[in-house]
């Protein structure tokens, strides 16, 4: 159970400054705020929440009987504003979070409005704070399902049973499970249901509210409709936060078999519905599976096309049958951590943000190559490349960015060749596990940091998670984030809030040697499935991130490195030691990563270091001019067994910035200004500075 507590959930700002906005409403009018006042100024400051909680509830006519109610001294919604902040925050709690936000006012707010005893017509029914596809379709709202004949069929079935008119879509989110109940939908509203189904309206209900008075009211409501209710959340609605929560829930589906009302949920697999409901097994067995596969891209190209109909018709936009084949193989090749026709629909819906945007009439190629880089990151130019083509330039910019590893890049490139040429037996796995080895200092960060520039467009594509953060059995509640009913439910995963949100990453795994071997049992799950279920019943994918773990472990000892090179079966012999074969087996590719030598320091402070010191001393009126005595002498003071080139970067603070620093004018120069010379040398084996 949540150890959080209502008095210590605070406001948001916007809530803040709501309350600000009602008082100001009563000081103009008289009187004590009320949840008149709190949903009015919601209403109109924050008319986007109601319509998201409630969408077919008309605001407008709402504000009307609301400004009535006041005028009037109708006191039937009159509760304490006290008692609605009391219940949001509760409502906050609930959610595992600590702040108060217009949601949950909103949520609170409308659940009073429904259970009172007002017979308004501005009132939302609880019916109405759903969605009524029926109404959608006779609307032309919703372009022609197809290719789901199949399941369409299977659910129809499952409604019309006269003892358990229950279904539950089972399929990964994004593979078209609303899709289905659309179709159900227009069957419907065509006339072509079964008998038992005919002039039912289908409601689709995107969140409920935690409250008897809402489910109570809601299970009269849809049974005197005859109402087909879809409950979309279902994995979220099941998985309660807390034993209380579980039991409302569960007596408000026990009510819904009772009164036989047809039911439609959807969970990502049968096993999450077992687990979740488990406890419940008279309920659990009442439900029927129907299955919902991802489409072909055959299929997913009629869709597209259907959706290319609607687009044309509602928004006047052209888009030919080419353009909608690049988008399902750009979609195909490029997006692996949603199915089809979902990954497909998402990047025609970015194609077509574009072109709307830009006040074109026609969605042009370029614009699905625009839109694939917001969605994954990749430079435009990458993105007109063929992935063959694109994978030629990873060994030369790697060998740019990382000095002295020619072989670790050569493991790395030959095993993204398999993928990028779909050899790849396990494409919903990771886009790469990768296990860099080797001393401190040589490269294995930053080598992660070029795979996501390189692959992703940016180095802040990449999450780079300590491992000794990990080490103890307590901490894989942090790693995953923490389940119902124990202690920090609520407190999110950073990994898989990442990953969640920032799909087309690299995740950096530094010293996977310290992590717990629970730890490593939860990532070999994300290495063979390619996804993990969080605390929250939520799917994170895994499919287009590169996942990279570091280990400065060696063959000799744990501590200090030899230069002598040792054998891929020394390295393995070694990792055994540390690992289980199940972890180790799941790792694509061991880089070996070599110590570095003089001459790689030498061109590392070439390259690297001495370029940006200059750009930076340029700025303030300085040209740093460094001998070739001087760069032996740094590369020579920086070479390090232990440290790499961590060690090069202190001489460089310590000997040679230290030296400079009273030669730096405190103001920047001014554009234009021909820099003063400064010459770096050596005298006396010490760095000395010469004025030119």
Not at 22 to 28: K, R, S
Not at 149 to 177: F, H, K, Q, S, T
Not at 473 to 478: I, L
Request: aromatic share 6%; glycine share 6%; hydrophobic share 45%.
């Amino acid at each position: 159970m949540a150890h959080s507590s209502a008095d210590q959930v605070k406001l948001s700002a916007p809530v803040s400054r709501l309350l600000h906005h009602v008082w100001a409403l009563v000081q103009a009018a008289g009187g004590q705020p009320d949840a008149r006042h709190l949903l009015l100024m919601l209403a109109q400051h924050h008319p986007r929440v109601l319509h998201q909680l409630a969408p077919e509830l008309d605001i407008q006519q709402l504000q009307h009987a609301l400004q009535q109610e006041l005028e009037t001294g109708d006191t039937a919604f009159a509760f304490p504003i006290e008692q609605v902040m009391e219940l949001a925050a509760e409502q906050a709690v609930r959610e595992g979070v600590r702040r108060i936000a217009v949601r949950h006012l909103g949520q609170i707010l409308l659940q009073l409005r429904c259970a009172g005893a007002s017979t308004n017509a501005a009132d939302p029914s609880v019916l109405r704070m759903g969605l009524n596809l029926n109404e959608q379709v006779k609307a032309g709202a919703l372009p022609r399902v197809v290719g789901r004949d199949e399941e369409i069929n299977n659910l129809m079935e499952a409604l019309c049973r006269p003892i358990n008119p229950y279904a539950v879509l089972v399929g990964l989110e994004g593979v078209g499970r609303r899709a289905v109940v659309q179709g159900l939908a227009q069957r419907i509203v065509a006339g072509n249901a079964p008998q038992p189904l005919r002039n039912r309206p289908v409601i689709v209900f995107p969140q409920l509210f935690d409250a008897p008075e809402f489910y109570l009211k809601l299970v009269e409501e849809a049974s005197a409709a005859g109402a087909i209710l879809y409950l979309e959340p279902f994995e979220i609605f099941l998985n309660a936060p807390a034993p209380p929560l579980e039991a409302l829930r569960l007596q408000f589906l026990s009510d819904l078999v009772t009164r036989r009302i047809p039911l439609i949920g959807a969970v990502s697999s049968m096993e999450s519905l077992r687990r979740q409901i488990g406890r419940a097994p008279d309920l659990l067995k009442r439900f029927q599976p129907v299955p919902v596969r991802p489409l072909n891209t055959e299929e997913t190209l009629k869709v597209l096309q259907q959706l290319r109909d609607h687009f044309q018709t509602q928004l006047g936009l052209e888009i030919d049958n080419e353009t909608l084949a690049l988008i399902v193989q750009v979609a195909s090749e490029r997006i692996q951590h949603r199915p089809f026709p979902d990954k497909a629909i998402m990047v025609l819906d970015y194609a077509v943000g574009i072109a709307r945007m830009r006040d074109q009439r026609r969605v042009e190629p370029m614009l699905v190559w625009e839109a694939l880089k917001q969605i994954t990151g990749l430079p435009i130019g990458a993105g007109e490349q063929t992935l063959v083509e694109h994978l030629q330039g990873l060994k030369q910019f790697l060998q740019r960015q990382i000095i002295g590893q020619d072989h670790a890049i050569e493991t790395l490139v030959n095993m993204f060749s398999l993928k990028i040429r779909q050899l790849d037996l396990h494409p919903e796995r990771p886009n790469g596990v990768f296990l860099f080895v080797g001393p401190a200092g040589v490269g294995k960060t930053e080598t992660a940091y070029a795979l996501a520039e390189y692959f992703f467009g940016a180095r802040d594509r990449l999450l780079h998670l300590d491992m000794s953060q990990f080490s103890e059995p307590y901490t894989v509640a942090q790693f995953t984030g923490a389940e119902p009913r124990y202690t920090n439910f609520g407190t999110t995963s950073p990994l898989l809030d990442f990953v969640a949100e920032t799909p087309f990453c690299v995740v950096l795994l530094d010293e996977i040697e310290k992590a717990h071997e629970n730890v490593l049992q939860v990532l070999i799950q994300i290495f063979d499935e390619g996804h993990f279920v969080d605390a929250q019943g939520q799917r994170v994918s895994f499919a287009d991130t590169i996942i990279v773990m570091t280990s400065n472990l060696h063959p000799e000892t744990e501590v200090g490195f030899l230069q002598e090179k040792h054998s891929l079966e020394d390295w393995r012999r070694l990792l055994k030691e540390y690992f289980p074969t199940e972890f180790i087996r799941h790792i694509d590719a061991l880089c070996i990563f070599q110590p570095l030598e003089k001459h790689h320091l030498r061109q590392m402070i070439e390259t690297r270091f001495l370029p940006r010191l200059q750009a930076l001393y340029r700025q303030r009126g300085l040209e740093l001019v460094v001998d070739e005595t001087a760069l032996n002498w740094l590369a020579e003071r920086g070479t390090s067994e232990h440290y790499g080139a961590r060690e090069l970067e202190r001489v460089i603070e310590r000997e040679l910035l230290l030296l400079v620093a009273p030669e730096v004018p405190l103001e920047p120069a001014r554009s234009g200004t021909p820099g003063r010379a400064v010459h770096i040398t050596v005298q006396n084996n010490r760095l000395c500075l010469q004025n030119g």
